[in-house]
T-cell receptor
Framework: DGGITQSPKYLFRKEGQNVTLSCEQN?????MYWYRQDPGQGLRLIYY???????QKGDIAEGYSVSREKKESFPLTVTSAQKNPTAFYLC??????????????FGNGTRLTVT | QKEVEQDPGPLSVPEGAIVSLNCTYS??????FMWYRQYSRKGPELLMY????GNKEDGRFTAQVDKSSKYISLFIRDSQPSDSATYLC?????????????FGQGTTLQVKP
């Protein structure tokens, strides 16, 4: 079955530590995205990538970093600079590069808790 | 003012009721409109996709777009307990948008047996 795999499902870290969230897709999609979801705030775009070795900041990129070395993979690192990292993180992909109108396919998320 | 506004609810209805979920938006360039359903602790899944104005029906679900009023709706007929979820509207379009989807805050729906 094609889809997006996010791992782990739950992640716990101490404050001050960097942590990397994994996202892998086998849909052969060009574009990949990272969103953050907080109660009452909907989905906010962190970073997106339309092609391998290229990515752009979204609306809330501060304190996060990404890489896109392979088409299938788009890991997100939550750094110690992110002031409020506890959240539900969603990875998504879409078929068309440049993607106007392309619907997103989502993984099942990683819930990160930082104490 | 947010680009997309959605009443967060929660909305609670009895089984069999007709449910109306709504979003308003401010960017008249939006042309692509979507509804996603998200179950608890899961990722959103695409439910309905429409382009420009008009209606689209899929089983018990009907999506309506009124571009003149900048208003979109999702109707659920004969609602079932399995419809209990958070519903997110999303939209994109326009030269300045670069295809990024703009999401509403989500409406939480509970259908009681």
């Amino acid at each position: 079955d094609g889809g997006i795999t996010q791992s782990p499902k739950y992640l716990f870290r101490k404050e001050g530590q960097n942590v990397t969230l994994s996202c892998e897709q086998n849909l052969n999609h060009d574009a990949m995205y990272w969103y953050r979801q907080d109660p009452g705030q909907g989905l906010r775009l962190i970073y997106y990538s339309q092609i391998v070795n290229d990515f752009q900041k979204g609306d809330i990129a501060e304190g996060y970093s990404v890489s896109r070395e392979k088409k299938e993979s788009f890991p997100l690192t939550v750094t110690s600079a992110q002031k409020n990292p506890t959240a539900f993180y969603l990875c998504a992909s879409s078929m068309r590069t440049g993607g106007v109108g392309s619907p997103l396919h989502f993984g099942n998320g990683t819930r990160l808790t930082v104490t | 003012q947010k680009e997309v506004e959605q009443d967060p609810g929660p909305l609670s209805v009895p089984e069999g009721a007709i449910v109306s979920l709504n979003c308003t938006y401010s960017n008249s360039a939006f042309q692509y409109f979507m509804w996603y359903r998200q179950y608890s602790r899961k990722g959103p899944e695409l439910l309905m996709y429409t382009y420009s104005s008009g209606n689209k029906e899929d089983g018990r679900f009907t999506a309506q777009v009124d571009k003149s009023s900048k208003y979109i709706s999702l109707f659920i007929r004969d609602s079932q307990p399995s419809d209990s979820a958070t519903y997110l509207c999303a939209m994109s379009g326009g030269s300045s948008n670069t295809g990024k989807l703009i999401f509403g805050q989500g409406t939480t729906l509970q259908v009681k047996p």
